[in-house]
């Protein structure tokens, strides 16, 4: 597939692939930024890009970054439509107890491609019935407790 991409003034790098396995592309910021605890915090990446139709770009978190220094992304998977032209950022979370500094040109996230399924909602009043029924949160996890 091809993405056509859009190198801004104050692109740090290109999105990577760091092997031939990786399903995402990692993103680099564009910016410095201070992560404080609990606040969120927009990072640019400096591209922008056109997806084509019927597919998105999903944001994920970086894995290393959470382990490590437990930065996330508040929205995760974050979705990037295919009629989005705008510069891609990514919104970061540290859910640690210390300011943690981001650096130009950090990898920040990772950007996986995947195809939209678009669906017609029919209401037909009443669903059919299954064994689960309206079991909501955990319902599933449920021990029989009647043996």
Same mark, same amino acid.
């Given at each position: 597939?091809?993405?056509?991409?859009?190198? @801004?003034?104050?692109? *740090?790098?290109?999105?990577?692939?760091?092997?031939?396995?990786?399903?995402?592309? /990692? @993103? *680099?910021?564009?910016?410095?930024?201070?992560?404080?605890?609990?606040?969120?915090?927009?990072?640019? &990446? %400096? #591209?922008?890009?056109? $997806?084509?139709? %019927? *597919?998105?770009?999903?944001?994920?978190?970086?894995? %290393? +970054?959470?382990?490590?220094?437990? $930065? &996330?992304?508040?929205?995760?998977?974050?979705? $990037?439509?295919? /009629?989005?032209?705008?510069?891609?950022?990514?919104?970061?979370?540290? +859910?640690?107890?210390?300011?943690?500094?981001?650096?130009?040109? /950090?990898?920040?996230?990772?950007?996986?491609?995947?195809?939209?399924?678009?669906?017609?909602?029919?209401?037909?009043?009443? @669903?059919? /019935?299954?064994?689960?029924?309206?079991?909501? #949160? %955990?319902?599933?996890?449920?021990?029989?407790?009647?043996?």
């Amino acid at each position: 597939m091809h993405v056509a991409f859009h190198a @801004l003034a104050h692109l *740090y790098k290109m999105p990577t692939y760091q092997s031939e396995g990786a399903s995402g592309l /990692d @993103l *680099y910021a564009a910016e410095d930024a201070l992560l404080i605890p609990h606040e969120p915090q927009v990072v640019a &990446t %400096g #591209f922008a890009m056109e $997806i084509p139709s %019927g *597919y998105e770009a999903q944001i994920r978190p970086r894995s %290393g +970054l959470a382990l490590r220094h437990a $930065i &996330t992304l508040p929205n995760s998977p974050g979705t $990037i439509d295919c /009629d989005y032209r705008g510069e891609v950022k990514v919104i970061l979370l540290n +859910l640690g107890r210390e300011p943690y500094a981001v650096k130009r040109g /950090d990898r920040i996230a990772q950007m996986v491609f995947a195809p939209v399924t678009r669906v017609t909602l029919t209401d037909v009043g009443n @669903l059919s /019935d299954t064994a689960r029924a309206s079991g909501g #949160f %955990g319902s599933t996890g449920l021990r029989d407790t009647t043996s």
